[in-house]
């Protein structure tokens, strides 16, 4: 144990640790999009349910980050 969090002061186990915390986030995220159970039955319609889920997660993030309000168009075209 003693072990494991010396080796957490390590900078690249904390870049590591870091990423992780984010994939996982993500992760959960597109679980709560209707990812935790395949909809359908076969690989191909599931990857399709998970690429529509990331689909729609992107999507929410562009809507978070502002990209369609219309001060940015108004600040680009300037």
């Known amino acids: 144990m003693a072990k494991a969090r010396a080796a957490q002061e ?11 915390a984010k994939v996982e986030r993500k992760i959960a995220h597109l679980q709560h999009l209707g990812m935790r159970q395949a909809r359908y039955r ?10 529509l889920a990331a689909t729609v997660a992107n999507f929410n993030r562009i809507v978070v980050l502002g990209a369609f309000d219309g001060t940015r168009e108004a600040a680009c075209a300037a």
Do not use: E, M
């Open 42 to 51: 076969g690989r191909r319609k599931t990857k399709l349910q998970a690429t």
């Open 10 to 20: 390590d900078p690249a186990v904390k870049a590591l640790l870091r990423l992780r």
